[in-house]
């Protein structure tokens, strides 16, 4: 079983910028591709619904957003550290959420739509909180 751990939230001013990790343990990166599947990145405010945030497609190097972060994110996985990271910039009080990343299936559509399953693997989430 994959285990995925977050790390790299904290509290930031309006404006600011974030580095959000996700270290996969049990499972490298490209075993995890081998087995179909892949790593996003949704988050989970209170009193809002869950919102897939980013995933990345290995196979042909795609990236995907949702509209609220795009052009303020940036996904990426680093098969030597077996880390996905989101980084963030610009963040806003509305980014305020705890972040999770979570294991996908790589191919199909949920990935590109960042559908999230409440019976995906997903870590114990980061808490990011942007405030002034």
């Known amino acids: 079983q994959v285990q995925l751990v977050e790390s790299g939230g904290g509290l930031v001013q309006p404006g600011g910028s974030l580095r959000l990790s996700c270290a996969v343990f049990?499972?490298?990166?490209?075993?995890?591709?081998?087995?179909?599947?892949?790593i996003g990145w949704f988050r989970q405010a209170p009193g809002r619904e869950r919102e897939g945030v980013s995933c990345?497609?290995?196979?042909?190097?795609?990236?995907y957003y949702s509209d609220s972060v795009t052009g303020r994110a940036t996904i990426s996985a680093d098969d030597v550290k077996n880390t996905v990271t989101l980084q963030m910039s610009n963040l806003k009080p509305d980014d305020t959420a705890t972040y999770y990343c979570?294991?996908?299936?790589?191919?199909?559509?949920?990935?590109?739509?960042?559908?999230?399953?409440?019976?995906?693997?997903r870590g114990q989430g980061t808490q990011v909180t942007v405030s002034s």
């Open positions: 990345l497609t290995s196979y042909d190097g795609r990236t």
């Open positions: 979570a294991a996908l299936p790589l191919y199909g559509s949920r990935c590109p739509t960042i559908t999230i399953y409440d019976s995906d693997v």
């Open positions: 049990g499972w490298s990166l490209d075993g995890l591709r081998r087995d179909a599947k892949t």
